[in-house]
């Protein structure tokens, strides 16, 4: 149950950054402030990390599963601290 959970919060972080990528470009093309580039890079490296651990957390033992679930759930917190609500 934690691996389909923390996959499903994966899947959110990477929705989410195609989301922030498409809002700065629409930004940009409009003349409007989008979220920056701090963020998109932000959001695309926290998509990506949370990839590679998802599949650790698929690939591995239970120990190292739980560890790799639980690290996306903290880097999903972290991104939305940092740039959502911070």
């Not at 195609?18 to 580039?37: D, N």
């Not at 560890?67 to 996306?72: E, G, R, T």
């Amino acid at each position: 149950m934690l691996r389909g959970l923390s996959g499903a919060v994966t899947a959110g972080l990477v929705v989410l950054a195609v989301v922030v990528i498409g809002t700065q470009y629409l930004g940009s093309q409009r003349g409007f402030p989008g979220p920056g580039t701090v963020s998109v890079a932000s959001h695309i490296g926290a998509a990506i990390v949370a990839i590679v651990l998802q599949r650790i957390a698929d690939h591995r033992s239970r120990a190292v599963s739980v560890i790799a679930s639980l690290l996306v759930f903290a880097l999903a917190g972290v991104l939305l601290w940092t740039q959502w609500w911070g």
